[in-house]
């Protein structure tokens, strides 16, 4: 019977591969099959721990997506984003705007979490697989390096576009001035920013290069305009005739509530000029709309002051001719 006993566990420990494992020793103790036990062992001992890992790689994606999910839809709302915010301005209009950006920035940080996740997933699985991660690893290093020295500009670019779309910096249809020159952003990727000038250029910008930029889009804007009255006119009069013709602006509703945000006020007087004297008017009016106000108020202004009679002033040049009294001719 000892002889016996010795010959089986002798057969079970050939039969499983050294180290032997408790579970390939059960099986072969259960079925006396050597094929089954080692390829049931070799399933629930590496590929166990493989599905786990996979698993949890799916719980955090998870997870991940719905932190990605609560953090942009925080980031969509208006009253979280535009601190100050004027309240005549249009909440439909701004909550698009914000939506459109969180949106956009969502699809990038899934992107590049999903793809960090499962690469890190990826490579504890490999090692439950016994495969060595040492070559892998190390050759991922250096075409990481490679990568990194020869596009340190992409890169850059890409933290940009990733940052700008965060802080929210400008949007498609604003106006904006890039140091290059001013004109409206028509495209915006994470890597350049499509924006038509004046002129109907369009310059595709690299994001990482905008180190200054001016938007005039953002919120409100401010309509300003000086107005030149002559130093012969009352100039109290003058000034009550221009606020008269803001009122009036303010009163239609073409502009007032829509295009402007408040009356035009009247500031005073601005400076003294070689010809005329200087009133400042200013306005505040929709984003993207105080150029097209501006031209409009001066139109205003310029009919209310000749029905007032009070003409525009020109240029004045005193010219003073100094005439030599004749010389007195001598007697021949």
Request: charged share 25%.
């Amino acid at each position: 019977m000892i002889n016996v006993a010795q010959g089986s566990e002798a057969d079970q420990s050939t039969a499983c591969a050294e180290p032997a494992g408790l579970v390939c020793d059960t099986l072969y103790g259960w079925t006396n099959n050597e094929a089954l036990s080692q390829v049931v062992a070799i399933l629930i001992e590496r590929g166990l721990p493989v599905v786990l890992i996979l698993l949890g790689g799916w719980l955090v994606t998870r997870a991940v997506k719905r932190a990605i999910h609560h953090f942009t839809q925080r980031l969509g709302r208006p009253d979280l984003r535009d601190v100050g915010k004027d309240p005549t301005l249009s909440h439909e209009a701004e909550e698009l705007r914000a939506k459109a950006r969180a949106e956009t920035l969502a699809v990038v940080l899934r992107s590049v979490a999903l793809i960090s996740i499962w690469a890190f997933t990826a490579l504890l699985a490999l090692a439950q697989l016994n495969i060595n991660l040492g070559p892998l690893i190390a050759g991922a290093g250096i075409v990481g390096i490679a990568v990194g020295f020869g596009a340190q500009s992409v890169v850059r670019d890409f933290l940009s576009g990733v940052f700008m779309m965060i802080e929210d910096i400008y949007s498609v249809g604003d106006d904006i001035d890039f140091g290059k020159g001013r004109g409206t952003v028509e495209k915006i990727t994470l890597r350049s920013t499509s924006i038509r000038t004046r002129q109907g250029v369009v310059w595709n910008v690299p994001n990482g290069r905008i180190d200054f930029l001016a938007n005039y889009s953002q919120l409100w804007a401010r309509a300003q305009i000086d107005v030149e009255v002559p130093y012969s006119c009352d100039l109290r009069r003058a000034m009550e005739v221009i606020k008269a013709a803001g009122e009036e602006m303010w009163e239609d509703p073409q502009w007032g509530g829509d295009e402007l945000s408040e009356p035009p006020e009247v500031k005073g007087v601005q400076s003294l000029g070689e010809s005329g004297i200087l009133i400042r008017v200013r306005a505040k009016t929709r984003p993207s709309v105080q150029w097209r106000t501006e031209r409009e108020l001066r139109l205003r202004i310029k009919e209310a002051l000749e029905e007032a009679g009070i003409s525009m002033p020109f240029p004045h040049r005193t010219v003073v001719i100094k005439q030599e009294p004749a010389e007195t001719q001598k007697p021949s």
